[in-house]
């Protein structure tokens, strides 16, 4: 065989392989992250010398690294004045932030009660912010509006596009 024969023929099946045969399609796939752990039926305490602090239920809870994500919520947060309770269809708990979604009721020890779809609760500055529609009422006072901003530590509110009914009290003389 003549050495020129087995270049050629070398040469050919080189091109064969750049032009036949294509590079490999590797899938990528995203990967879910994994709860440490998944309860059922869960009541979490938080405590410190002054008592109860924290106090968190729920049908279902899983624990990442970072948070906890909570079906049924019912948070208690006793850390400032006025203990106030918040309940949602779903949670998570992330760095003393609680994000409530869905049926929420927010109510506070001296009756203040506010209603929305979507909430955060900072621990730390005790506000609450509802971007969605909300009712705020207490007693037979009642505001409704949207992207509702509550302060439980300055009982400050703000919202906007308030629409308000308020009961006036006559002076005691």
């Not at 949670?91 to 932030?97: M, S």
């Amino acid at each position: 065989m003549n050495i020129n024969y087995f270049f050629i023929f070398f040469s050919l099946c080189l091109l064969m392989i750049l032009f036949l045969f294509k590079p490999m399609e590797i899938k990528q796939h995203a990967y879910k992250e994994v709860p440490l752990f998944t309860i059922s039926t869960f009541t979490m305490h938080e405590l410190d010398k002054n008592g109860l602090v924290t106090l968190m239920n729920g049908s279902e809870a899983s624990r990442f690294t970072n948070r906890y994500t909570v079906k049924d919520m019912d948070y208690t947060d006793n850390s400032k004045e006025y203990m106030a309770n918040m309940k949602a269809n779903s949670g998570v708990y992330k760095n003393e932030i609680v994000d409530l979604v869905g049926d929420i009721l927010y109510v506070r020890e001296d009756g203040l009660t506010f209603e929305t779809q979507k909430a955060l609760y900072n621990k730390k500055t005790a506000i609450a912010t509802a971007n969605g529609k909300f009712v705020l009422y207490r007693d037979a006072n009642r505001v409704t509006g949207v992207k509702l901003k509550y302060n439980d530590s300055l009982e400050r509110v703000e919202a906007k596009n308030v629409y308000a009914i308020y009961k006036l009290e006559e002076r005691k003389r």
